[in-house]
């Protein structure tokens, strides 16, 4: 299994990013996928949760209506697409599946969002 993210950045607040997950060694179309992002010192948090399509998302309540998750199971790739980002959405964003029981993480891209 390997989990590769990309697209990450420095952003001026209120702008918009998106960050990529591409996924292989695994049936991609079978599992469901989260992104997570880690703040200096902080924990790592779940931002975002898609199904095995784009019909059944979750979202946090600190990204609900400015980030959206989707993903193209004929590229392997679960994509995260952020809007009117803040200085406070800087961290790491991980992607995450979660298989056999055990959890699966990309080694993450930074985001980094200037005031």
């Known amino acids: 299994v390997q989990l590769v993210e990309s697209g990450g950045g420095l952003v001026q607040s209120g702008g918009s990013l998106r960050v990529s997950c591409a996924a292989s060694g695994f049936t991609f179309s079978h599992y469901g996928m989260t992104w997570y992002r880690q703040a200096p010192g902080e924990e790592r948090d779940l931002v975002a949760a898609?199904?095995?399509?784009?019909?059944?998302?979750y979202y946090a309540d600190s990204v609900k209506g400015r980030f959206t998750i989707s993903r193209d199971n004929s590229k392997n790739t679960v994509y995260l697409e952020m809007n009117s980002l803040k200085p406070e959405d800087t961290a790491v964003y991980y992607c995450?599946?979660?298989?056999?029981?055990?959890?699966?993480w990309g080694q993450g891209t930074q985001v980094t969002v200037s005031s």
């Open positions: 898609i199904g095995l399509s784009d019909e059944l998302t």
């Open positions: 995450n599946s979660h298989m056999g029981g055990s959890d699966y």
